[in-house]
């Protein structure tokens, strides 16, 4: 029997620090829109959102 090796979960690591910076700026900016799109509907996944990119901020403010 072979060994099968599963993807889910698995990380790909981010080489060159352009990359990660780039990377990192269209998630916040993802989340960030995503957050005020739902404006109306709800608020518990708009409040996810927005942390999510105030975590993404506090990140990229430490690489630059």
Request: aromatic share 10%; with cysteine; glycine share 4%.
């Amino acid at each position: 029997m072979e060994k099968q090796y599963c993807k889910v979960g698995t990380i790909t690591p981010m080489n060159s620090g352009r990359q990660a910076i780039a990377m990192l700026e269209y998630q916040y900016q993802n989340f960030l829109e995503k957050a005020s799109n739902m404006d109306y509907s709800d608020a518990k996944l708009r409040e996810y959102f927005e942390q999510k990119a105030q975590k993404l901020s506090r990140i990229l403010e430490n690489l630059v």
